[in-house]
């Protein structure tokens, strides 16, 4: 009975004063719409989705490979976590805030104190790289410049290509460079033995000539110089083939260093949208109406009831 009574006791109560919580719910409504449509800041996303490559794709091995070997032409799990550490990194970050002046953008004073901080704060707020549930990396910003929420997520995407090949590279032009070294001391070595042969033969009256059978004919007079010619002989052809494989891998390196293909598979580019995302206009009035009502309902049954107290007192 109790319950029943203190029921009634609340719809009387909330009929009794109806009329100023209809009154408050709707202003409340109103003031909600032109706050959302004269105040509230409108946001565009942006976004790109792409894959990772296989980044072996592109050495040496695998574009002069003879073999049927099967590579995967997209990146591993480890690739996708290494893209979106990359695309989560301060380098990145700092770049596209200072690249596309987002401080001024953002209208925070450079001259205040930690005012970096506040952009960064404000900017990563708005800005995602994530994993979707398709395995690929989503880079996504909210902004209310639509055109420059397209180019700085674009901009995002290359600067994460650039240092997502740099270690790679890095590691091909080292391997260049060695390989350019060795070269260079094969071609001294073979240098000396052709002197070293052409002395012994112009001292020792020594003929080399090719037999019909292929093989090797060396002719002299002195034993010994002849035996020491076919020595340096076989030391200058196996630094000749030793020669010419490295100027071969040189070539092929060279081919692969020039390859300046993306490591990014790009599904979706960003674009500027032509539709505002949020603010919802019609959601931030339903949650202020409904607010505003229970908040009014709840305000006048608490008034009711400590009229009641102190009536009782």
């Not at 891998?249 to 260093?257: E, H």
């Not at 598979?265 to 109406?289: G, M, N």
Request: glycine share 2%; aromatic share 10%; net charge neutral.
């Amino acid at each position: 009975m109790d319950q029943e009574f203190n029921l009634i006791s609340a719809i009387r109560t909330i009929l009794k004063w109806k009329t100023p919580i209809i009154t408050l719910t709707l202003l409340s409504g109103v003031i909600a719409a032109l706050f959302s449509v004269f105040v509230m800041d409108e946001y565009y996303l942006s976004w790109s989705t792409f894959y990772p490559t296989n980044q072996s794709l592109t050495d040496r091995s695998a574009i002069f490979s003879t073999e049927n070997a099967q590579l995967e032409y997209f990146g591993t799990k480890a690739d996708v976590n290494r893209i979106l550490t990359i695309a989560n990194s301060t380098p990145v970050i700092d770049f596209v805030i200072d690249s596309f002046k987002i401080a001024q953008h953002y209208k925070i004073d450079t001259t205040t104190a930690y005012w970096r901080t506040k952009v960064r704060k404000k900017f990563e707020k708005n800005y995602s790289a994530i994993k979707t549930d398709k395995d690929a990396v989503e880079i996504s910003l909210y902004d209310t410049d639509p055109k420059l929420a397209a180019d700085l997520i674009n901009t995002v995407v290359n600067q994460v290509d650039d240092l997502n090949k740099l270690h790679v590279n890095d590691i091909k032009r080292k391997t260049f460079s060695a390989i350019s070294d060795q070269i260079a001391q094969y071609q001294t070595v073979v240098s000396s033995y052709i002197d070293t042969l052409a002395d012994l033969g112009e001292k020792y009256k020594i003929k080399a000539s090719v037999g019909t059978d292929g093989t090797l004919i060396v002719e002299g007079n002195d034993y010994k110089a002849v035996q020491l010619y076919k020595t340096f002989m076989s030391k200058q052809n196996n630094a000749t083939r030793e020669l010419n494989n490295l100027m071969n891998i040189k070539g092929q390196m060279a081919v692969s260093l020039r390859n300046a293909e993306s490591s990014l598979f790009i599904l979706e580019q960003a674009f500027p949208a032509d539709r505002r995302t949020k603010p919802v206009r019609s959601l931030v009035v339903l949650v202020t109406v409904l607010i505003t009502a229970f908040v009014s309902v709840i305000g006048v049954l608490l008034m009711e009831e400590v009229k009641e107290i102190k009536k009782q007192l």
